[in-house]
């Protein structure tokens, strides 16, 4: 399994943007698929984006597609979450997340079953 570490997280106004990092660890990152999870405080963990270990393939939740960027730098073995135009009902820890060879055709809520390794969080803030 690999290690994963957020960051980037923190407070920000409404209509403003963060972007959050995930750095993996170990040669073989790169054949993992990673996805991004959030969970605002007494809510479920949803599905936020993800994108396939080939980096053919983003899959995005409804509520963020338009807004947020997932994006990789294999040679730095980091993912990345740009958040642009961030509301007040995006605040929530971020979690990424990590698939050996995830190769699904759709991800959502119930992909988190089937990640092989988490990160700690990161907490974004969004104020009105």
């Known amino acids: 399994q690999v290690q994963l570490v957020e960051s980037g997280g923190g407070l920000v106004q409404a209509g403003g943007s963060l972007r959050l990092s995930c750095e993996g660890s170990?040669?073989?990152?790169?054949?993992?698929?990673v996805a991004w999870f959030r969970q605002a405080p007494g809510k479920e963990r949803e599905f936020v984006a993800a994108i396939s270990w080939t980096g053919g393939s983003t899959y995005y939740a409804d509520s963020v597609k338009g807004r947020f960027t997932i994006s990789k730098d294999n040679a730095k073995n980091t993912r990345y979450l740009q958040m642009n135009s961030l509301k007040p009902e995006d605040t929530a820890v971020y979690y990424c997340?990590?698939?050996?060879?995830?190769?699904?055709?759709?991800?959502?809520?119930?992909?988190?079953?089937?990640?092989?390794?988490w990160g700690k969080g990161t907490l974004v803030t969004v104020s009105s």
């Open positions: 170990g040669r073989t990152f790169n054949t993992y698929t």
């Open positions: 997340a990590a698939e050996r060879l995830g190769s699904s055709s759709r991800y959502g809520d119930d992909s988190q079953y089937n990640m092989d390794s």
